[in-house]
T-cell receptor
Framework: DQQVKQNSPSLSVQEGRISILNCDYTNSMFDYFLWYKKYPAEGPTFLIS?????DKNEDGRFTVFLNKSAKHLSLHIVPSQPGDSAVYFC?????????????FGKGTKLTVNP | NAGVTQTPKFQVLKTGQSMTLQCAQDMNHEYMSWYRQDPGMGLRLIHYSVGAGITDQGEVPNGYNVSRSTTEDFPLRLLSAAPSQTSVYFC??????????????????FGPGTRLLVL
């Protein structure tokens, strides 16, 4: 039973265009969502996060949107750059005031073509 | 400040052998965890610890043991390795509990990973 789903295993976009990575979750108790970026042979690195009290969080070229009613979040990268090519993991956490357990999606491999 | 370190980077084991994957952090984080990453499976939580002397199971704990005798170290033990344990293992440490002033910031840090091959 997968609580965090990234249904697209891969995505390919042209440099300069928008990349949209999607993530769905099933557990309504999740109240904090994160995106991680992972290059080959390296550990995941934090990219951006959003609390359930917000519907948008922006950091430079990266914006995360949260639609709680649809239990859906998305990561927008504008403009996309070749260096953004990596695997992106969506993660969700419940009750951030207590013990943290992150549940990860399976990841989406983004390829940005020059 | 080295962050989260893992050793070894790569290991080959024969079925039935035992080994310990080492993880250490120098950020004084209370929360540490172990994940495994397999193709098409994302990151799955094996065990985690919310502080020295406290450990708990994650999603896929079978075949692994952990202990947390110090805040800094969180070793993962494979008592009898199996080919199904071939994977890349990541250790992570976190600030807990998350505070409102930390929202939006990086709070969980991952190590570089240990690639394990069990023959």
């Amino acid at each position: 039973d997968q609580q965090v789903k990234q249904n697209s295993p891969s995505l390919s976009v042209q440099e300069g265009r928008i990349s949209i990575l999607n993530c769905d979750y099933t557990n309504s108790m999740f109240d904090y969502f994160l995106w991680y970026k992972k290059y080959p042979a390296e550990g995941p690195t934090f990219l951006i996060s959003i609390s359930s009290i917000k519907d948008k969080n922006e950091d430079g070229r990266f914006t995360v949107f949260l639609n709680k009613s649809a239990k859906h979040l998305s990561l927008h990268i504008v403009p996309s750059q070749p260096g953004d090519s990596a695997v992106y993991f969506c993660a969700a956490s419940a009750h951030w005031g207590g013990s943290e357990k992150l549940v990860f999606g399976k990841g989406t491999k983004l390829t940005v073509n020059p | 400040n080295a962050g989260v370190t893992q050793t070894p980077k790569f290991q080959v084991l024969k079925t039935g052998q035992s080994m310990t994957l080492q993880c250490a952090q120098d950020m004084n984080h209370e929360y540490m965890s172990w994940y495994r990453q397999d193709p098409g499976m994302g990151l799955r939580l094996i065990h985690y610890s919310v502080g020295a002397g406290i450990t708990d199971q994650g999603e896929v704990p079978n075949g692994y043991n952990v202990s947390r005798s110090t805040t800094e170290d969180f070793p993962l033990r494979l008592l009898s390795a199996a080919p199904s344990q071939t994977s890349v293992y990541f250790c992570a440490s976190s600030i807990i509990p998350l505070r409102e002033d930390l929202l939006g910031q990086e709070t969980q840090y991952f190590g570089p990973g240990t690639r394990l091959l069990v023959l």
